[in-house]
């Protein structure tokens, strides 16, 4: 099993900046993925970027990153030059690759603002 | 592909009225997720079925919530009978089979918002 930890409830950040919303994780799987989603106020789920735990590389998706450290088990995701349309809730979530049928629980997720 | 498709968007019933949603997910996705999603308590996992099969139903909040998935296109989430509190946004999520190392994304349909008077 896994458990996720999002301890920044709400984040400012000002227009062109970068930002890093953190999330650590629990696990005794071998392994693992962390995934990373976003809510804009719409309410829809978006997917963002996905890191697997033995990627030797952290993963970057355009303005996204993982500031993946194994060790710490942490999996900030990183938003460089911010934009308005990133103010949204954002969600960090484990994916077991082990098994078929890992469940997928989320963290309680960040609000971030983008302020102009 | 059209994605996760969700029906309905939006439903506004009475206390103790039975309540469906339903859910059709990707094709050629094999697992399937329900979630709910609150101010109050985040976004929690209800349930996952594993090809047709109901895997974890611990986050089901009690007796009065039923899932089933007769078949690997169609879902249902049924609330009987309802109340107040079930008041939520319900969403439905797919992932496809694991292969290898890669990710295996959770694709989310566009959510149920369910009001209970």
């Known amino acids: 099993a896994q458990k996720i930890t999002q301890t920044q409830p709400g984040m400012f950040v000002q227009e062109k900046e970068a930002v890093t919303l953190d999330c650590t994780y629990d696990t005794s799987d071998q392994s693992y993925g962390l995934f990373w989603y976003k809510q804009p106020s719409s309410g829809e789920m978006i997917f963002l970027i996905y890191?697997?735990?033995?990627?030797?590389q952290n993963a970057t998706e355009g303005r996204y990153s993982l500031n993946f450290q194994k060790a710490r088990k942490s999996a900030n995701l990183v938003i460089s030059a911010s934009q308005l349309g990133d103010s949204a809730m954002y969600f960090c979530?484990?994916?077991?690759?082990?098994?078929?049928?890992?469940?997928?629980?989320f963290g309680d997720g960040t609000t971030l603002t983008v302020k102009p | 592909d059209a994605g996760v498709i969700q029906s309905p968007r939006h439903e506004v019933t009475e206390m103790g009225q039975e309540v469906t949603l339903r859910c059709k997910p990707i094709s050629g996705h094999n697992s399937l997720f329900w979630y709910r999603q609150t101010m109050m308590r985040g976004l929690e996992l209800l349930i996952y079925f594993n090809n047709n099969v109901p895997i974890d139903d611990s986050g089901m909040p009690e007796d009065r919530f039923s899932a089933k998935m007769p078949n690997a296109s169609f879902s249902t989430l049924k609330i009987q009978p309802s109340e107040p509190r079930d008041s939520a946004v319900y969403f439905c999520?797919?992932?496809?089979?694991?292969?290898?190392?890669?990710?295996?994304?959770?694709?989310f349909g566009a959510g149920s918002r369910l009001t209970v008077l």
């Open positions: 890191q697997g735990s033995y990627d030797e």
């Open positions: 999520a797919s992932r496809p089979p694991i292969r290898g190392s890669g990710a295996n994304v959770l694709t």
């Open positions: 979530a484990p994916g077991g690759l082990e098994t078929n049928a890992g469940k997928s629980t």
